[in-house]
């Protein structure tokens, strides 16, 4: 793989995925706890600059496949560092397996017939409401897909728990340093389009004290940080036809 994998913290034998679980008890503050209690300014930026790097750090790790990561078979023998050769394996919804493909526009429409298959199961005896939603799901797929707007994504690395609960940081001297990341249980390798939704916890969490103008200054710097290291990032995250695709 050409680039690096970003900081993961924790290893742990016995998961299906390469990134297992893993609570570590450390004294450093929770980046949840850090959101609150910081006043606006420069501490602030250079969070909202260590995510930003971190997220792009991700954003640029093509993979050859979409599906999910298989795991070594065993600990190191010394250490934390465990080197392996990235494996991957399909997903599946209710035993129906995915295509790993690059191809973005028959990935979306097999998770679609995979999930009107579990509606159609009598066994399953999945909700009428939920039928529908798939029906409909499957609709708006398919209209999507005639008017272009399934266009081919790569497949990029992604953290299904990329939340303050799971990032470490410390704060020296009036700064803020993103140490780690735990909880990569559930990484994927998904199109980009998918994992393009801005972590905007940074600046809309409920218990900060930030005001609605400095709520929507710490947003602005964060896509434009992204865009310098990403350009489209933003598009991908705030076009309305970009959250479409997204959101189906």
């Known amino acids: 793989m050409a680039n690096a994998a970003p900081p993961v913290i924790g290893f742990v034998h016995g998961s299906k995925n390469l990134f297992p679980p893993k609570s570590m008890k450390e004294t450093r503050k929770m980046i ?3 959101c609150i209690d910081i006043n606006f300014g420069h ?8 995510v930003a790097d971190f997220v792009a750090a991700m ?9 999910f990561f298989v795991a070594p078979t065993k600990m190191p023998h010394k250490g934390i560092k465990v080197e392996v050769d990235f494996q991957l394996s399909r997903d599946s919804i209710d035993g129906i397996r995915i295509p790993s493909e690059l191809n973005f526009p028959n990935w979306v429409n097999n998770n679609l017939n995979a999930q009107m298959q579990r509606a159609s199961d009598i066994f399953l005896k999945v909700p009428p409401v939920e039928v529908w939603k798939i029906q409909k799901l499957r609709q708006i797929g398919s209209q999507m897909a005639e008017k ?6 790569p497949a990029v690395l992604w953290h299904a728990d990329f939340y303050p609960r799971n990032i470490l940081v410390k704060s020296p001297k009036g700064r803020a340093i993103l140490t780690g990341v735990i909880d990569w249980d559930e990484a994927r390798a998904f199109p980009r389009i998918v994992t393009r939704k801005s972590p905007s916890w940074l600046w809309s969490m409920a218990e900060s004290p930030l005001s609605t103008e400095e709520r929507d200054t710490i947003a602005d710097a964060f896509y434009d940080q992204m865009e310098i290291l990403r350009p489209g990032y933003k598009d991908d995250a705030c076009l309305p036809i970009r959250k479409a695709v997204r959101a189906l």
Do not use: A, R, S, W
């Not at 501490?43 to 600059?49: A, D, M, P, R």
């Not at 272009?148 to 994504?153: P, Q």
């Open 32 to 34: 949840e706890e850090l």
């Open 43 to 50: 501490k602030v930026e250079e969070l909202n600059k260590c």
């Open 59 to 67: 954003d640029q790790i093509e993979l050859p496949g979409y599906g």
């Open 148 to 153: 272009g707007m399934l266009t081919d994504e």
